[in-house]
């Protein structure tokens, strides 16, 4: 069973900031000359094979028989929320930067704040509202340069970041059903099953030879992504169940800033495959204000609570 650990806890948060950083520039690659459906097929019938595997390991497989209807019906609703958000946020991809994506994707926890306090009644603290103003001025400056484009003209990068603001839309959606389940099964049972529906929701439109299409670098992105869905969610339920959830937040915040900093890597590296992120100083500033906002979000209570 899991204990409390904060040094373990951690590295498991930082290896889950790690692998969701590294994720987008991986799936830039593979989403070259493999539909988001299929991509998104494919990490779910890994994750599920895989988390399923663990499961069974550890003798702790979700007993669907004891799923009630509304228990069910949330189900349905948190995979349709996961694969839309993975589908999305792949499609997102063909139009911009993984470091563009990365960085709009963090509005997902501040809506699912929001709308937690809607939902459930909870109380939003001082800090959140600090979090929340700086966040959308965090992402004004971000678009400084794209920002009277975005308002005035549609174009591919307009829809891309539409595309990455309804990901993060959907991602809560499924959040609160996992919120909601939470009082039947376990994090990762709840996982395993979204993970089975998602793959047979996308098995349809999935075209598995795509596969077929891939040098030996989009296949190794394809497999690095799919060991991602594992990992980086594995990672993130240990994480949760060794350290504070707060703190566990704030460290994970810190996924768009290692997104940029493996792009400029990558585009020294290997530049015929890799363009390092498009960004002005305002830029770069208005990325670590974003991330900022949203760990001040998680933890901004701690540091009122001490200054007081």
Request: positive net charge; proline residues 4%.
């Amino acid at each position: 069973m899991s204990t409390h650990n904060p040094a373990v806890g951690m590295a498991l948060a930082l290896t889950t900031a790690v692998f969701w950083g590294a994720l987008p520039i991986a799936m830039k690659q593979a989403v070259e000359v493999m539909d988001p459906f299929t991509i998104v097929w494919y990490r779910f019938v890994a994750a599920s094979i895989g988390l399923g595997a663990w499961l069974f390991w550890r003798k702790q497989l979700p007993q669907v028989k004891s799923a009630r209807l509304p228990d069910i019906g949330l189900l349905l609703l948190g995979s349709i929320g996961l694969a839309g958000n993975f589908v999305l946020y792949n499609s997102a991809l063909k139009f911009l930067d993984p470091s563009v994506v990365q960085v709009i994707i963090q509005l997902a926890p501040v809506i699912l704040l929001l709308s937690s306090v809607w939902l459930f009644k909870e109380k939003l603290g001082v800090h959140q509202i600090i979090g929340v103003s700086c966040l959308v001025f965090g992402l004004l400056l971000f678009f400084n340069e794209k920002l009277v484009d975005l308002l005035t003209s549609f174009t591919g990068y307009t829809l891309g970041v539409l595309l990455a603001v309804v990901a993060a839309l959907v991602w809560v959606v499924y959040a609160l059903a996992q919120k909601c389940l939470l009082k039947q099964f376990s994090s990762p049972q709840i996982l395993l099953m979204i993970y089975v529906i998602c793959a047979l929701m996308l098995t349809p439109m999935a075209q598995p030879e795509q596969l077929l299409l891939m040098d030996s670098r989009q296949l190794g992105m394809l497999m690095f992504c799919c060991i991602n869905t594992l990992v980086g969610y594995g990672a993130f339920a240990e994480a949760m169940a060794r350290w504070q959830a707060s703190q566990v937040s704030a460290v994970i915040t810190l996924a768009p800033l290692f997104t940029i900093l493996f792009v400029d890597l990558a585009s020294l590296i290997w530049p015929q495959f890799f363009v390092a992120a498009d960004l002005n100083t305002l830029g770069y500033l208005g990325a670590m204000v974003v991330v900022s906002s949203a760990m001040f979000c998680a933890i901004g209570h701690k540091i009122i609570r001490q200054h007081k």
